[in-house]
Protein backbone atom coordinates (compact mmCIF):
# COMPACT_ATOMS: atom_id res chain seq x y z
CA UNK A 1 0.00 0.00 0.00
CA UNK A 2 1.19 3.56 -1.13
CA UNK A 3 1.91 5.08 2.61
CA UNK A 4 3.69 8.59 2.92
CA UNK A 5 6.80 7.79 5.43
CA UNK A 6 7.72 11.47 6.32
CA UNK A 7 3.97 11.39 8.00
CA UNK A 8 5.83 8.83 10.56
CA UNK A 9 2.34 7.35 11.29
CA UNK A 10 2.77 4.01 7.81
CA UNK A 11 1.18 1.26 10.39
CA UNK A 12 -1.56 3.62 11.56
CA UNK A 13 -2.11 4.43 7.95
CA UNK A 14 -2.13 1.08 6.42
CA UNK A 15 -4.79 0.20 9.65
CA UNK A 16 -7.08 2.85 8.71
CA UNK A 17 -6.92 1.99 4.71
CA UNK A 18 -7.32 -1.70 5.90
CA UNK A 19 -10.82 -0.48 7.53
CA UNK A 20 -11.64 1.69 4.24
CA UNK A 21 -11.02 -1.04 2.30
CA UNK A 22 -13.08 -3.77 4.33
CA UNK A 23 -16.13 -1.57 4.93
CA UNK A 24 -16.41 -0.05 1.30
CA UNK A 25 -19.52 -0.95 1.05
CA UNK A 26 -20.29 0.99 3.82
CA UNK A 27 -18.37 3.87 3.32
CA UNK A 28 -19.14 6.46 0.34
CA UNK A 29 -16.46 8.90 0.72
CA UNK A 30 -14.75 10.67 3.71
CA UNK A 31 -13.37 14.36 3.40
CA UNK A 32 -10.19 15.31 4.44
CA UNK A 33 -8.09 18.63 4.95
CA UNK A 34 -5.10 20.35 4.59
CA UNK A 35 -3.53 19.44 1.12
CA UNK A 36 -2.43 22.63 -1.00
CA UNK A 37 -5.10 22.03 -3.62
CA UNK A 38 -8.52 20.69 -3.40
CA UNK A 39 -9.11 17.23 -5.19
CA UNK A 40 -10.93 14.02 -5.33
CA UNK A 41 -8.42 10.79 -5.09
CA UNK A 42 -9.37 7.27 -5.05
CA UNK A 43 -7.47 4.14 -4.34
CA UNK A 44 -7.85 0.36 -5.78
CA UNK A 45 -4.78 -1.11 -4.50
CA UNK A 46 -5.83 -3.81 -1.58
CA UNK A 47 -3.90 -2.83 1.52
CA UNK A 48 -3.34 -6.12 2.62
CA UNK A 49 -1.68 -7.26 -0.72
CA UNK A 50 -0.67 -4.84 -2.48
CA UNK A 51 -2.13 -5.55 -5.79
CA UNK A 52 -4.17 -2.87 -7.99
CA UNK A 53 -7.00 -3.03 -10.11
CA UNK A 54 -9.22 -4.20 -6.81
CA UNK A 55 -12.82 -2.72 -5.58
CA UNK A 56 -12.11 1.58 -5.28
CA UNK A 57 -12.32 2.87 -2.10
CA UNK A 58 -10.55 5.91 -0.07
CA UNK A 59 -12.81 7.53 -1.81
CA UNK A 60 -11.49 11.38 -0.99
CA UNK A 61 -12.67 14.72 -1.39
CA UNK A 62 -9.88 16.62 0.38
CA UNK A 63 -10.74 20.43 1.22
CA UNK A 64 -7.93 22.87 0.12
CA UNK A 65 -5.67 25.20 2.59
CA UNK A 66 -4.12 27.88 2.39
CA UNK A 67 -0.28 27.77 1.78
CA UNK A 68 2.20 30.30 0.75
CA UNK A 69 3.96 27.66 -1.26
CA UNK A 70 1.51 27.02 -4.34
CA UNK A 71 0.29 30.57 -4.72
CA UNK A 72 -3.25 30.00 -4.10
CA UNK A 73 -6.22 31.83 -2.80
CA UNK A 74 -7.03 31.29 0.51
CA UNK A 75 -10.86 29.25 0.46
CA UNK A 76 -12.60 26.99 1.56
CA UNK A 77 -15.78 24.41 1.07
CA UNK A 78 -19.15 23.31 1.47
CA UNK A 79 -21.07 20.16 0.56
CA UNK A 80 -24.58 19.00 1.35
CA UNK A 81 -25.64 15.45 1.55
CA UNK A 82 -29.25 13.90 1.54
CA UNK A 83 -29.44 11.89 4.63
CA UNK A 84 -32.65 9.48 3.31
CA UNK A 85 -30.45 7.77 1.10
Not at 47 to 53: A, Q, R
Request: aromatic share 18%; glycine share 4%.
Amino acid sequence: METYPNWREDNYQLEVFKMMYDYSDKIIFHATGHDHLGDFRYSDKNPYTNEKGGKNYLNKIIFPSITPTSYTNPTYSTFTYDTDT
